[in-house]
């Protein structure tokens, strides 16, 4: 909804705001909303917190893309049991699977898909190990690879982050005369956004090979494609240096708005990188939230709209330790959102609080502040949280747990 931005408290949270300790006011507040405990505590924190409703609304109206949900346990384990079940009867019925017709190779491809699946799940190397078995009794039994067997199978390395592997493989292809696609590599690049994220500080350079690999391959990279690469860009932010990443990312970047991508569809890329900088804002607090602020700069120039998670991201980069400077910047972006219609989702919302909640517990330690001027720092800091969690109902957002134990951490 199109709420004024920043709303005053509403006269009942006002009046909890007054006479009460900060912890009972926080908790009567919790108890006076029905979504005291969240619908999904699973991942209902900060940035990680759990969807909500209205969510699935945004997505399909473009404001918001979509998320994966993370794997359970369970399904983690239904995923390679299947996995395996598949690959133990392709075994017992091979001999009756032969030859090059389109219906043979395409049993074979659907247990390969499996392993992919497997693989995502946490199969990881086992998953791979799998597939490499499903190709060889291919060989066996004279059935040719096509595209999709050697992208199920990189696909399976990009998720194992086997790099060796999926190297392999793509030899084996190319020697097949099987010519890959762009979603070959895509799987290709995103793996090297994996490897990124385990700490290779070397990741975000072979990302941008692979570009160069399509391109001499006769393959015009895709908005996955370039998404992947700025993605291992930013993976890389907290072991290659926030300036360094960046500066990879806003080249591939430039390269994606040549290629003509752009709108919506570059909206992703740019929130990978985004997310890189809030990743390693702990480490270096001032360069990431200025690396931020221009990619965010590019973003607009570059015509491409914000969605919630741009926003959220820029929040959480620009004022996640409370410094006033940053929290003054994240609350103007929380009335920009409102204002082009972009509306805050519990995460943007709790980012904010979080943000107002250590500032209030640097300013109770004395950082950046005098030691008259402490506690009255800090209670102002927690009016604030205060205030955004007031913002946050009335814009109809449920407050979560999250919410309610990150206002307490601040007491």
């Known amino acids: 909804p199109n709420t004024p931005a920043l709303a005053r408290p509403s006269s009942v949270v006002g009046s909890l705001l007054r006479g009460r300790s900060d912890a009972r006011r926080i908790l009567a507040l919790g108890m006076c909303t029905e979504a005291s405990t969240p619908a999904g505590v699973e991942g209902s924190s900060g940035m990680g917190a759990g969807p909500q409703r209205g969510d699935a609304d945004r997505r399909r109206s473009g404001k918001e893309e979509p998320r994966r949900r993370p794997v359970s346990q369970t399904d983690a384990r239904q995923d390679r049991e299947s996995m395996l079940a598949e690959v133990r009867r392709l075994e017992e019925r091979s001999e009756g699977l032969t030859g090059e017709a389109d219906g043979v190779v395409q049993v074979y491809n659907r247990v390969l898909t499996l392993c992919a699946r497997a693989a995502r799940s946490g199969a990881g190397l086992e998953a791979v190990s799998k597939g490499r078995d499903v190709l060889t009794l291919m060989t066996a039994r004279g059935v040719p690879g096509n595209v999709y067997t050697y992208t199920n199978l990189i696909d399976a390395c990009a998720k194992a982050a086997a790099e060796k592997e999926a190297e392999e493989f793509f030899a084996e292809m190319e020697a097949a005369g099987v010519a890959p696609n762009v979603v070959t590599f895509a799987a290709l690049t995103s793996l090297h956004a994996r490897t990124a994220r385990l700490g290779n500080r070397a990741a975000p350079a072979k990302a941008l090979r692979m570009l160069d690999r399509m391109r001499a391959a006769g393959v015009v990279p895709n908005a ?10 930013g993976s890389a932010a907290r072991t290659l240096g ?18 003509g991508v752009g709108g919506e569809a570059a909206v992703a890329p740019y929130n990978a990188l985004l997310k890189g900088c809030s990743n ?6 001032d360069v990431a939230a200025a690396r931020a602020w221009a990619v965010w700069e590019h973003m607009k120039a570059s015509g491409v709209p914000p969605n919630v998670v741009t926003y959220t991201t820029l929040v959480d980069a620009a004022a996640q330790d409370g410094r006033p400077g940053g929290l003054k910047r994240g609350l103007k972006l929380l009335d920009e959102m409102t204002t082009r219609g972009v509306a805050p989702s519990a995460v943007t919302f709790n980012v904010m ?3 107002c909640a250590a500032g209030a517990r640097r300013a109770s330690e004395g950082q950046g502040h005098p030691s008259n001027r402490r506690q009255g ?5 927690l009016e604030e949280a205060l205030w955004v969690l007031a913002r946050m109902r009335e814009a109809g957002v449920r407050p979560d747990l999250y919410s309610y134990n990150t206002l307490l951490s601040a007491c």
């Open 353 to 355: 609080i979080k943000a």
């Open 224 to 233: 996955h494609a370039f998404g992947a690469a700025v993605d291992a860009c």
């Open 280 to 285: 390693a804002a702990p480490a270096d607090r």
């Open 242 to 259: 926030v300036s360094k990443a960046v500066e990879l990312g806003m080249l591939v970047l430039d390269m994606m708005h040549r290629d």
């Open 377 to 381: 720092a800090a209670q102002e800091l």
